[in-house]
Structures are given as C-alpha cells and as structure tokens.
C-alpha cells in the first residue's frame, strides 16, 4: 500500500536513477545512485532534488508494489 498524506489519497513512490562522473562515493562501479522519493507525480519528484541541490535525475520510475 502506497503511503499516504494526512486527509489524501495515496502517494506515489518512485525511484530516480542518476548517471553520474565519479563525483559520489555510492555505488561508483557502477556510476549511479538510486533514491526513493514519495511525490505525487514524477515532476514533483524530479522537483525535490531540483530544489535540494540543482542535479535532476536522469530517469524516474514509479515504483510499484507487489510482483
């Protein structure tokens, strides 16, 4: 179940992928970094890290639950 805001109805997760040049210490094998973003759209997720530190993520998924 999606969690959810007070009086709303469920929120969405997604997670978003970031290519990234060596300049973080997660996962740098493999170059990326994966955060999970509870956000009503992909936009509003896309937004939060906007906002935060000016990177954007190079691709967003819904994250669904279940198989």
Not at 8 to 15: E, K, Q
Not at 35 to 60: Q, T
Request: aromatic share 8%; net charge negative; proline share 6%.
């Amino acid at each position: 179940m999606f969690p959810t805001i007070e009086g709303r109805s469920p929120v969405p997760l997604f997670m978003d992928v970031h290519e990234i040049d060596g300049r973080y210490w997660v996962d740098e094998g493999a170059g990326r970094v994966f955060c999970l973003v509870e956000a009503p759209s992909a936009e509003a997720a896309a937004n939060v890290h906007r906002e935060a530190h000016g990177l954007v993520a190079d691709h967003i998924y819904r994250v669904q639950e279940g198989s």
